[in-house]
T-cell receptor, first 119, second 111 residues
Framework: DGGITQSPKYLFRKEGQNVTLSCEQN?????MYWYRQDPGQGLRLIYY???????QKGDIAEGYSVSREKKESFPLTVTSAQKNPTAFYLC??????????????????FGAGSRLTVL | KNQVEQSPQSLIILEGKNCTLQ??????????LRWYKQDTGRGPVSLTI?????NTKSNGRYTATLDADTKQSSLHITASQLSDSASYIC??????????FGAGTRLTVKP
């Protein structure tokens, strides 16, 4: 079955540590995204990538880094510079980056999420 | 201020009852509006997609409506089931810009 796999499901981090969240997709999608979800707030875009070896900052990129060395993979590193990293992180992909220029059929497919807790 | 506001924040209904969730947005112009269902601890799953020119879209017991004049959308759930318990997220995509997500409505269906 095609889909997006995120790992780990749960992750605990000590202050000052960097942690990396994995995201793998086998949908042959060009665009991949990382979102952060906090209680009572809408999803906020951290980073996105439209093509291999290219990625762009989203609304809340500070304290995060990404790479896109393969089409299928888009790992997110939460660095020690992120002051409030406890959150639910969602990876998503789409055929290409939907900026409202398509008919609306460009649907985001999400992974199951990774919950990061800072101890 | 969030460009996509959803109400109510949470809702509890009895199994078999109908309910309507609201989404008000200020994004303009926009390309499409989507409703997603998110089960607890899972990623969102698309329910409906409407372009700016559509008024209604159904997916089984889920019916979404859109009024572009008042900038409002609603998601109506008919004959609710226990499995409908989830968060429902409204997402608006502006032209030539990134999606804007509402905070969601948390629906609980009780037996």
């Amino acid at each position: 079955d095609g889909g997006i796999t995120q790992s780990p499901k749960y992750l605990f981090r000590k202050e000052g540590q960097n942690v990396t969240l994995s995201c793998e997709q086998n949908l042959n999608h060009d665009a991949m995204y990382w979102y952060r979800q906090d209680p009572g707030q809408g999803l906020r875009l951290i980073y996105y990538s439209q093509i291999v070896n290219d990625f762009q900052k989203g609304d809340i990129a500070e304290g995060y880094s990404v790479s896109r060395e393969k089409k299928e993979s888009f790992p997110l590193t939460v660095t020690s510079a992120q002051k409030n990293p406890t959150a639910f992180y969602l990876c998503a992909s789409s055929i290409d980056r939907d900026r409202g220029l398509s008919s609306g059929a460009n649907v985001l497919t999400f992974g199951a999420g990774s919950r990061l807790t800072v101890l | 201020k969030n460009q996509v506001e959803q109400s109510p924040q949470s809702l509890i209904i009895l199994e078999g009852k109908n309910c309507t969730l609201q989404c008000n947005y200020t994004v303009s112009p926009f390309s499409n509006l989507r409703w997603y269902k998110q089960d607890t601890g899972r990623g969102p799953v698309s329910l409906t997609i409407m372009t700016f020119s559509e008024n209604t879209k159904s997916n089984g017991r889920y019916t979404a409506t859109l009024d572009a004049d008042t900038k409002q959308s609603s998601l109506h759930i008919t004959a609710s089931q226990l499995s409908d318990s989830a968060s429902y997220i409204c997402v608006v995509t502006p032209f030539n810009n990134d999606m804007r997500f509402g905070a969601g409505t948390r629906l609980t269906v009780k037996p």
